[in-house]
C-alpha cells in the first residue's frame, strides 16, 4: 500500500487522480455523483443494503458510521475532496458526528477542499429581513444549534496550521424536486394540513436538489475558503403563499388559513418551529463566487414538472 503521506505527484497513477468522499450520500449526494467527470467517488455508507446501490452508481462504498469514531480511521488521507451532508444527531446542542469526521479525515494528509451542507437555520428569526452571510447566526433551535457547532468544527479543523484546508459552508434553505422523496408540497396539500394567515405568515427560502448539486459540486473546486455560502433561488415568497401557488398548480384545493395562536394549539412543535422564523436569503455570494446560474430561478419553476407524475 502506498503512504497516504506521500505527496500527490508522487503517488502511482490510480491515485493521483481526484478522489471525492461524499459523506451523507443521500439524495442529493446520488446527484453530485452523476456529475462527476474524471473523478473517482467514494461515499461513507452505515448500510450494508446500500453497498450495491453505490457500487451501481459508480461509486466506491466505504462502510463506516459517525456514531462510532473507530470505523472512521481509514477515511485518513484518502480523499483530495470531502462533501460532507451528513445530519447530526436528532438530540442535543452539539454535533459529535462532524467532531469524529474532522478528526478521522486530519490523521494524514487533509483534504484540499471540505464542503459542509449547513442549513439556513443557523441565522434563526430574522422578521422577514433580507439576510447575507455577513449576519451573525442566532440559532433559535436545537437543531440548528447542532448545525452552527459543526460549522464551527469544520472550521476549526481548518484553521489549524498544518491542515490548510479550504473549508465552504452551504446555508441550505427548504429542498425541492419532484423526483425527491417528499419532494412536493402534494401530499400535505392533500392532508389538508393549514397554513398561517397572511398577518401571521412567514418568508420561506427554496433550492431545487438538482441546483444544490450543482452548488455543492461547485464550491469543491471555486469555494473561498471559511468562506459561507447561502445556497437558494430567487424566489420571494411567504408560505402560505407557496402552498397556494402549488394548489394551484397541482389542481387542489388550497390550504385552510388559520390565526398563530390557533396554530399554537393545533400544530406539532416540529411544524410551529418551520412557521416561527422569518427571513429572505441574499444569495449573490453564491452566483458570484460560485458561478451558478440557476436552472430553477422560481420555486414555480422546479414544481411545474410534477404535474406530470401521477
Request: with cysteine.
Amino acid at each position: 500500500m502506498p503512504s497516504n503521506q506521500t505527496p500527490l505527484g508522487a503517488l502511482p497513477s490510480r491515485f493521483k487522480r481526484e478522489r471525492l468522499l461524499i459523506v451523507g450520500c443521500g439524495d442529493v449526494g446520488v446527484r453530485v455523483a452523476h456529475v462527476q467527470r474524471h473523478v473517482r467517488v467514494l461515499a461513507l455508507t452505515s448500510s450494508a443494503q446500500r453497498v450495491a446501490e453505490l457500487r451501481g452508481l459508480g461509486v466506491t462504498p466505504l462502510r463506516g458510521n459517525l456514531d462510532k469514531p473507530s470505523t472512521l480511521q481509514r477515511l485518513a488521507g484518502l480523499a483530495t475532496r470531502v462533501l460532507h451532508l451528513a445530519p447530526p444527531p436528532l438530540h442535543g446542542n452539539t454535533d459529535p458526528r462532524t467532531l469524529a469526521l474532522t478528526r478521522a479525515l486530519m490523521q494524514r494528509t487533509p483534504p484540499r477542499t471540505l464542503v459542509y451542507g449547513s442549513t439556513s437555520g443557523v441565522y434563526g428569526d430574522c422578521e422577514g429581513a433580507w439576510v447575507s452571510e455577513q449576519r451573525l447566526v442566532n440559532p433559535a433551535t436545537p437543531r440548528a444549534q447542532r448545525r452552527v457547532d459543526a460549522e464551527q468544527r469544520v472550521r476549526h479543523h481548518a484553521r489549524l496550521r498544518s491542515h490548510a484546508v479550504r473549508v465552504s459552508i452551504l446555508r441550505i434553505p427548504g429542498i425541492y424536486a419532484s423526483d425527491r422523496e417528499g419532494g412536493t408540497p402534494r401530499e400535505r396539500l392533500l392532508r389538508g394540513t393549514p397554513v398561517l394567515q397572511a398577518a401571521d405568515d412567514v418568508f420561506t427560502n427554496h433550492i431545487h436538489a438538482n441546483d444544490l448539486a450543482r452548488a455543492c459540486q461547485l464550491a469543491l473546486w471555486r469555494g473561498k475558503t471559511q468562506r459561507a455560502v447561502n445556497v437558494n433561488d430567487d424566489s420571494q415568497m411567504r408560505m402560505g403563499d407557496y402552498f397556494d401557488m402549488a394548489a394551484a398548480l397541482y389542481g387542489l384545493p388550497m390550504p385552510p388559513r388559520i390565526s398563530r395562536a390557533q396554530a399554537q394549539t393545533d400544530m406539532s412543535a416540529m411544524q410551529l418551529s418551520f412557521m416561527s422564523e422569518s427571513r429572505r436569503l441574499v444569495n449573490t455570494r453564491m452566483k458570484r463566487e460560485l458561478r451558478l446560474q440557476l436552472r430553477y430561478p422560481h420555486v414555480q419553476d422546479g414544481l411545474a414538472p410534477s404535474l406530470n407524475q401521477t
